[in-house]
């Protein structure tokens, strides 16, 4: 065994054996905190009561679209110390399975020990680490995209609008995801992914019409008006606004415009650049697009940028431009930190409160402005 592989196979059971040492800890004092809200919900809901009126761990409110507890009910039928073993693995597995795809897609003759250093790469920054120690669904739904845009690229189209109503289903922002499949003029996966998506809540109306209506009727309006206060651990758009002393609805409006118009750039950009490495930059484009101009982007929700860093590291790893990697890791940096303490002196910095929003625009300027795919 070469010495490179040698290193590459230590850090990667370093970087596994790190988390798992730390998740262990945290389930030997306390629960998963989102988890036991999924796993409050499911259970009130089975037991007869609407979950969108309760209040569960540390008083935090399930805000999941209904069709989420159909594939949480499971779950919920045994104990919450084995849920959460169980979520945890699968979580795990979500991200390996990530990571296996668009290596398959963009390193399919890729050294197994260079797959193996960029996956510890993603296990030891935060966003990981906050997505696992919360219990929360951020890894099982980004896998459920990369596998709808993996079928995409094979042109099997029933499939990948099935996975991407799926994702929709546990959390509703992917399914914005569809502008994609518009551009691409792929209407049969758009009609699936939102067939899909209607379906898993229609359901409801038979289960617990009051937990329907009180989502698409409360919840998701408020969720979609909430005032943004500039908390230290959203990284979202409209919180750097708030930092900056910007609150109110013209800062929402100001935040529909990022979107809109950032993907109108994007329609301009790709619209004709229709090869497997303008479809991931496109792709993964996107979705950073979505993360960042959502009403609350929280540090766990950063790992939807995976796909945008492992589209910008392909290109760096043919091309090896030392500025482009400086750059990159620049973002990387600023996305995968964490301050410990939200009252540390330099958070009073609204910039530097907001790095993981700015590693997120750093990234995305950095794939935009590509002008030669690797070859």
């Known amino acids: 065994m070469k010495k490179i592989e040698f290193l590459s196979l230590l850090i990667f059971f370093l970087a596994l054996g790190q988390i798992i040492l730390g998740l262990s800890k945290?389930?030997?004092?306390?629960?998963?905190?989102?988890?036991r809200v999924y796993y409050g919900a499911a259970r009130d809901l089975l037991e007869g009561a609407n979950p969108y009126q309760q209040l569960y761990s540390e008083n935090i409110p399930f805000n999941y679209p209904p069709s989420a507890l159909l594939f949480l009910f499971p779950f919920a039928m045994t104990s919450l110390k084995m849920a959460q073993i169980v979520w945890l693995?699968?979580?795990?597995?979500?991200?390996?399975?990530?990571?296996?795809?668009?290596?398959?897609?963009?390193?399919?003759?890729?050294?197994?020990?260079?797959?193996?250093?960029?996956?510890?790469?993603?296990?030891?920054?935060?966003?990981?680490?906050?997505?696992?120690?919360?219990?929360?669904?951020?890894?099982?739904?980004?896998?459920?995209?990369?596998?709808?845009?993996?079928?995409y690229l094979k042109k099997k189209e029933t499939p990948s609008g099935?996975?991407?109503?799926?994702?929709?289903?546990?959390?509703?922002?992917?399914?914005?995801?569809?502008?994609?499949?518009?551009?691409?003029?792929?209407?049969?996966?758009?009609?699936?992914?939102?067939?899909?998506?209607?379906?898993?809540?229609?359901?409801?109306?038979?289960?617990?019409?009051?937990?329907?209506?009180s989502y698409f009727k409360t919840v998701l309006p408020n969720l979609l008006q909430a005032a943004n206060q500039g908390y230290y651990y959203d990284q979202s758009f409209l919180s750097l606004m708030a930092r900056l002393g910007g609150t109110g609805e013209i800062w929402q409006i100001l935040n529909l415009f990022f979107l809109v118009g950032g993907t109108g750039l994007l329609l301009v950009k790709f619209g004709r650049l229709k090869d497997s490495f303008s479809e991931l930059r496109f792709f993964s484009l996107s979705l950073s697009l979505i993360v960042m101009t959502n009403a609350f982007a929280w540090q766990h929700h950063l790992v939807f940028l995976f796909p945008a860093f492992l589209c910008a590291t392909f290109y760096l790893l043919k091309k090896k431009?030392?500025?482009?990697?400086?750059?990159?890791?620049?973002?990387?940096?600023?996305?995968?930190?964490?301050?410990?303490?939200?009252?540390?002196?330099?958070?009073?910095?609204?910039?530097?409160?907001?790095?993981?929003?700015?590693?997120?625009?750093?990234?995305?300027?950095?794939?935009?402005?590509?002008?030669d795919k690797p070859k």
């Open 162 to 213: 099935l996975l991407l109503g799926l994702a929709a289903a546990l959390k509703i922002s992917p399914i914005l995801l569809t502008i994609f499949f518009l551009a691409r003029r792929k209407f049969r996966i758009v009609a699936i992914a939102l067939i899909t998506f209607i379906v898993s809540n229609l359901i409801f109306l038979f289960l617990s019409p009051d937990t329907l209506f």
């Open 321 to 371: 431009e030392f500025l482009y990697g400086l750059i990159l890791a620049t973002a990387a940096l600023l996305v995968g930190l964490h301050f410990r303490e939200p009252s540390h002196p330099l958070l009073a910095n609204p910039i530097i409160a907001s790095h993981g929003f700015i590693g997120a625009l750093i990234l995305g300027s950095l794939i935009y402005r590509l002008q």
């Open 89 to 151: 693995v699968l979580s795990f597995l979500s991200l390996l399975a990530t990571g296996w795809i668009f290596f398959k897609l963009y390193l399919p003759k890729g050294e197994w020990w260079l797959k193996l250093l960029l996956i510890a790469v993603l296990f030891q920054n935060f966003p990981t680490k906050f997505t696992l120690v919360m219990g929360q669904v951020n890894l099982l739904v980004l896998f459920l995209i990369s596998a709808s845009f993996f079928f």
């Open 26 to 35: 945290v389930l030997l004092q306390t629960n998963l905190i989102d988890f």
